[in-house]
């Protein structure tokens, strides 16, 4: 398997048109050509891929964040003052089931009819004492884990508990994308096991912002 740090901006597989070829898979092939698509990030978020070498490899991969033997954890800043209720900082959880907004691609929407189970886990990051992103205004470092892995989840998630990351051009308001130059969401954390040993493996990006 590869694991790849992903910029944001950089789409992670192809999109529609010649101008959109450029991305994440489309390099690792180019470098190893039998590097195979397992999962993704979305364009503006940034951090940690895995892709599998070959067929088989992707197979087992595949299955592992199926039983949900991978887990991913993220860092974000998301607009107001959040404050953790569970003593010692301990995870909190969003449970809002999550559909394709279809009128309105390729935004999703929580919706109590259409939607299907989603669930993310949150609590309190710390704040780093020197960070290279400027924002302005009252704002909320938190630690992300999603437990399913529905399109946009993180994102329509924070939104609808009122607190839309910073950046986000899809969700977030106006005054709150304008507090940040990207996204605010990054990837940090992926442990899986191992396609072919099935050793637990722990990979970390330090977060950009």
């Given at each position: 398997m590869i694991v790849l740090d992903k910029p944001a901006g950089l789409l992670a597989v192809p999109g529609k048109g010649p101008d959109k070829q450029d991305c994440l898979s489309a390099r690792a092939q180019a470098r190893w050509p039998d590097a195979l698509v397992v999962h993704r990030l979305d364009m503006a978020t940034s951090g940690l891929v895995v892709m599998a070498r070959g067929l088989a490899a992707q197979r087992t991969l595949s299955q592992a964040f199926e039983t949900r033997q991978v887990h991913k954890r993220y860092t974000a800043v998301v607009a107001g003052t959040l404050n953790n209720p569970q003593p010692d900082n301990a995870w909190n959880t969003i449970d809002l089931p999550i559909t394709i907004d279809w009128p309105n691609r390729p935004r999703s929407i929580v919706s109590n009819e259409?939607?299907?189970?989603?669930?993310?886990?949150?609590?309190?990051?710390?704040?780093?004492?020197?960070?290279?992103?400027?924002?302005?205004?009252?704002?909320?470092?938190?630690?992300?884990?999603?437990?399913?892995?529905?399109?946009?989840?993180?994102?329509?998630?924070?939104?609808?508990?009122?607190?839309?990351?910073?950046?986000?051009?899809?969700?977030?308001?106006?005054?709150?994308?304008?507090?940040?130059?990207?996204?605010?969401?990054?990837?940090?954390?992926?442990?899986?096991?191992?396609?072919?040993?099935?050793?637990?493996?722990?990979?970390?990006?330090?977060?950009?912002?």
């Open positions: 259409l939607g299907k189970p989603s669930m993310t886990r949150w609590r309190l990051a710390p704040t780093p004492t020197q960070s290279p992103t400027v924002h302005t205004g009252i704002a909320t470092r938190v630690e992300l884990e999603p437990v399913t892995g529905r399109t946009h989840q993180l994102r329509v998630h924070l939104q609808a508990i009122g607190h839309a990351i910073l950046g986000d051009a899809l969700y977030a308001a106006p005054e709150q994308q304008a507090q940040a130059p990207r996204l605010l969401l990054h990837a940090h954390h992926l442990a899986l096991p191992h396609p072919q040993t099935g050793a637990a493996m722990q990979f970390e990006s330090p977060c950009p912002f």
